[in-house]
């Protein structure tokens, strides 16, 4: 007889097995790589806010004061192709300290560029879009220290500075300009933090935000107005500086879309979760939609320009906790609740005065939200010098309110 041959192949069946071992086994192995990657993301976008800082902080090292928020070039004309409308965010200023001196040289100096063909005014205040149409030419002389943060036209506006993006957010592109994931902290509170100390009310510039900045400028950035390090009489390792903001994709999310003309006395000063009933109960982080995210064809989004001081590109403040909806007043050019927020889970990042720079959870204590925001005329709990109405939160927000900060940060 003879012997039966030996099996050298795989059966169906053994396929199937080992098919499905390497299924599993992948499956167990893609959530790791994927967490590996963010944690190394978000590494990065520490180190990054971290250079923000320290550029803020050799900025104050050399003029003895912090870097302006919403400064630059203004004229009663109010003229956003030859002034920059007294709106440039404090990341211009610190351009030369985070290894950007290029950009400040060609901001600095007046140089041709295409022309801004077209404009659209959105209110008095001269919050501008402005672009051109076709073909660029390079006929125009920008002024030094440029246009409007909103001429796209202009090419250090439009252009991305790595330092001043997180690589965890996946912001790209148009209707974008340079976007920025750090920004400002303006304090605690809520009024007037669109304008600040200099205003213009159609035909002239005047100091006449001086005695509102006096109450509801409690950050350690007021725009419009210079601060110093020197002004933090909370101490420096228990005052934000600086926050961290996911910027906007488009998609109607809670905080990166404001939810707009929600009012100011029975509105947002008030009530700062009155939003909270336009928030779609089936995607807690997406608006409904409705008159209220009815927004102009020209509209901006979270982040969208480094260069530009509007508290939606470049503020946070500490009304409601981390990752909150970004709730205003009015328009997309005035203030309302804008907290940090990241993508991230569970918190974002913040630069506090001393340089260190901190994750601040959701969950952080952030005090009774039925209070309502510190305003001029407030009593009680909202008086212009009481600490802050929202807890631990709103007192890491405020410079000189003498709130007992222990070490639950």
Same mark, same amino acid.
């Given at each position: 007889?003879?012997p039966?041959?030996?099996?050298?192949?795989f059966?169906?069946?053994?396929?199937?097995?080992?098919?499905?071992?390497?299924g599993?086994? +992948?499956?167990l192995?893609l959530?790791a +790589?994927?967490?590996?990657?963010?944690?190394a993301?978000?590494?990065?976008?520490?180190n990054?806010?971290?250079?923000?800082?320290?550029?803020?902080?050799?900025?104050?090292d050399?003029?003895?004061?912090?870097p302006?928020?919403? %400064?630059?070039?203004?004229s009663?004309?109010?003229?956003?192709?030859n002034?920059?409308?007294?709106?440039?965010s404090?990341?211009?200023?610190i351009?030369?300290?985070?290894?950007?001196?290029?950009?400040?040289?060609?901001?600095?100096?007046?140089?041709?560029?295409p022309?801004?063909?077209?404009? +659209?005014d959105?209110?008095?205040?001269?919050?501008?879009?402005?672009?051109? =149409?076709?073909?660029?030419n390079?006929?125009?002389?920008?002024?030094?220290?440029?246009?409007s943060?909103?001429?796209?036209a202009y090419?250090p506006w439009?252009t991305?500075? &790595? %330092?001043y993006r997180?690589p965890?957010?996946?912001?790209?592109?148009?209707?974008?300009?340079g976007?920025?994931n750090?920004?400002a902290?303006?304090?605690?509170?809520?009024?007037?933090?669109?304008?600040?100390l200099?205003?213009?009310?159609?035909? %002239?510039w005047?100091p006449?935000?001086?005695?509102?900045? !006096?109450?509801?400028? !409690?950050g350690?950035? +007021?725009?419009? =107005?210079i601060?110093?390090?020197?002004?933090?009489?909370?101490?420096? &390792?228990?005052? #934000?500086?600086?926050g961290?903001?996911?910027t906007?994709?488009?998609?109607m999310?809670?905080?990166?879309?404001p939810?707009?003309? $929600?009012?100011?006395s029975g509105g947002?000063l008030?009530?700062i979760?009155?939003?909270?009933d336009? #928030?779609?109960? %089936?995607?807690?982080?997406?608006?409904? *939609?409705?008159a209220?995210m009815?927004?102009?064809?020209?509209?901006?989004g979270?982040?969208f320009?480094w260069?530009?001081?509007t508290?939606l590109?470049?503020g946070?403040?500490?009304?409601?906790?981390? $990752?909150?909806?970004l709730?205003?007043?009015?328009?997309?050019?005035?203030v309302?609740?804008?907290?940090i927020?990241? !993508?991230?889970?569970g918190?974002a990042?913040?630069g506090?005065?001393?340089?260190?720079?901190?994750?601040?959870?959701?969950?952080?204590?952030?005090?009774g939200?039925?209070?309502?925001t510190?305003?001029?005329?407030?009593e009680?709990?909202?008086?212009?010098?009481?600490?802050?109405?929202?807890?631990?939160w709103?007192?890491?927000?405020?410079r000189g309110?003498?709130?007992l900060? *222990?070490?639950?940060i």
């Amino acid at each position: 007889m003879k012997p039966t041959q030996p099996h050298t192949g795989f059966t169906l069946l053994e396929l199937l097995i080992v098919v499905g071992v390497i299924g599993i086994l +992948v499956g167990l192995l893609l959530p790791a +790589v994927q967490a590996a990657r963010e944690a190394a993301r978000r590494m990065s976008c520490s180190n990054n806010l971290k250079q923000v800082s320290l550029g803020v902080s050799q900025y104050h090292d050399a003029f003895e004061h912090l870097p302006p928020h919403a %400064t630059g070039t203004f004229s009663n004309a109010n003229d956003p192709a030859n002034t920059n409308q007294f709106r440039l965010s404090f990341l211009v200023s610190i351009t030369p300290f985070v290894g950007q001196s290029p950009m400040w040289d060609r901001v600095a100096e007046s140089h041709m560029g295409p022309t801004p063909e077209t404009m +659209v005014d959105d209110d008095d205040l001269g919050f501008a879009s402005m672009d051109y =149409m076709g073909e660029p030419n390079q006929d125009f002389r920008y002024p030094a220290m440029g246009p409007s943060p909103s001429v796209s036209a202009y090419e250090p506006w439009s252009t991305e500075v &790595s %330092t001043y993006r997180c690589p965890s957010d996946p912001g790209l592109g148009f209707p974008s300009m340079g976007r920025t994931n750090y920004t400002a902290c303006l304090g605690d509170a809520v009024e007037g933090l669109d304008d600040g100390l200099w205003r213009h009310d159609g035909m %002239t510039w005047s100091p006449s935000g001086e005695s509102l900045m !006096r109450v509801t400028g !409690r950050g350690m950035f +007021v725009p419009r =107005m210079i601060t110093s390090l020197d002004d933090c009489t909370d101490g420096l &390792s228990a005052t #934000i500086l600086l926050g961290e903001i996911a910027t906007d994709l488009g998609d109607m999310d809670t905080r990166t879309s404001p939810s707009l003309q $929600n009012g100011w006395s029975g509105g947002v000063l008030d009530d700062i979760t009155i939003c909270r009933d336009q #928030i779609d109960p %089936t995607r807690p982080m997406f608006w409904t *939609g409705g008159a209220n995210m009815t927004l102009p064809p020209n509209f901006a989004g979270r982040g969208f320009r480094w260069a530009d001081a509007t508290p939606l590109m470049t503020g946070c403040n500490t009304t409601l906790p981390p $990752n909150r909806e970004l709730c205003f007043g009015g328009d997309e050019a005035t203030v309302g609740t804008l907290t940090i927020s990241s !993508r991230h889970q569970g918190g974002a990042h913040v630069g506090m005065a001393d340089g260190s720079i901190r994750f601040i959870t959701d969950s952080i204590e952030a005090g009774g939200y039925e209070l309502g925001t510190v305003v001029e005329n407030g009593e009680g709990p909202r008086a212009p010098g009481s600490e802050s109405p929202f807890g631990l939160w709103g007192a890491l927000g405020t410079r000189g309110q003498g709130e007992l900060i *222990g070490s639950e940060i």
